[in-house]
């Protein structure tokens, strides 16, 4: 069984940046593909940002494009999110996703294409 957990969430002004941070307990986390999603009151679970298990290609929502980025470092079996020029509409609980093989392009998107979840971590972005 995987475990995750997210760090980093808080409240910040419009603006300002967050690092989350998900910690994974698994042997083979180099072996993971890694995603971000979000989801927001009354809002459908959203992609944020995917990478491949070496972290040489990364996916982004074009929400977030230009402003997050995803990184992992598999010695430390940790993913990171770091969101920098953050607004109001950002505001959302973030979850972190783990699947133990790769996925095809077209397929890095869709929650139900992950197997492990983390409990979420709130971000809190105030105009």
């Known amino acids: 069984q995987v475990q995750l957990v997210e760090s980093g969430g808080g409240l910040v002004q419009a603006g300002g940046s967050l690092r989350l941070s998900c910690a994974a307990s698994?042997?083979?986390?180099?072996?993971?593909?890694m995603g971000w999603f979000r989801q927001a009151p009354g809002k459908e679970r959203e992609f944020v940002a995917a990478?491949?298990?070496?972290?040489?290609?990364?996916y982004y929502a074009d929400s977030v494009n230009g402003r997050f980025t995803i990184s992992r470092g598999n010695a430390k079996n940790t993913m990171y999110l770091q969101m920098n020029s953050l607004k109001p509409e950002d505001t959302a609980v973030y979850y972190c996703?783990?699947?133990?093989?790769?996925?095809?392009?077209?397929?890095?998107?869709?929650?139900?294409?992950?197997?492990?979840w983390g409990q979420g971590t709130q971000v809190t972005v105030s105009s």
């Open positions: 990478i491949t298990w070496s972290g040489g290609t990364t």
């Open positions: 996703a783990a699947r133990p093989d790769p996925l095809n392009s077209g397929n890095y998107y869709y929650p139900r294409r992950y197997n492990f």
């Open positions: 698994v042997r083979t986390f180099s072996s993971y593909t």
